[in-house]
């Protein structure tokens, strides 16, 4: 039992004292190194383009959905589709999700698309796209092809809107002479699936 200040210091110093003050400084560098290797980020740039979120270019026409978790197969199925704008011919995919899915049964489409916002183009489908297994919102990047559920439109996006609920990043185009930006008014578009 301890009785005054010196019995205090005789019993932090005493040898059990000091082993379990040693034992938590050794513990504490194990926590340190631990949340050190899992905080830091190992993985370069994946080899189908950057996250989503990372900065784009219209040549990261591969990035990954963020509505497809890595690993799913769907992050790797692609679905070669064509936009074609005034006889301009855009190359494009839709990703493996299930909304690009129900998207890709409903090609070929024609659709009339008008600006919105100076940010995208967008233009009513004929039916609603499915919401199963997306989550409830996204923020797509320039150059995606997305739907926005609450207006039943698809989207395709030629600068950053942010994240909006409702949101399904659906694929990529890519648009190097900025034919879709560049369309002013309403305009015509095909797409179709790639052969």
Known sequence: ????????????????RASTRHARAVLLAVV???ISACGSDHSAVPADGPAPGNPTTNSDAESTPANTPEGDEA??????????IDGAVLQAHLWGNPTAQDLA???PLTLEFDDYGQVEKTAALPRPLSMTGVPAGDDPEPYDIGYYEPA?????????VGYWNGIVRLGRFIDP??????????????????A
Do not use: C, K, N, W
């Not at 039992?1 to 019993?11: G, K, L, S």
């Not at 790797?76 to 589709?81: K, L, N």
């Open 1 to 16: 039992m301890i009785r005054d200040r010196h019995d205090v210091v005789a019993h932090a110093r005493s040898p059990h």
């Open 32 to 34: 340190v190194l631990v």
């Open 75 to 84: 992050v790797h199925e692609r679905i070669p589709v064509t936009i074609t």
């Open 105 to 107: 049964g409903q090609l």
């Open 152 to 160: 039943g439109v698809l989207v395709l996006y030629y600068r950053d």
């Open 177 to 194: 002479d900025g034919v879709v930006r560049g369309q002013g008014g309403a305009f015509v578009a095909q797409i179709r699936r790639d």
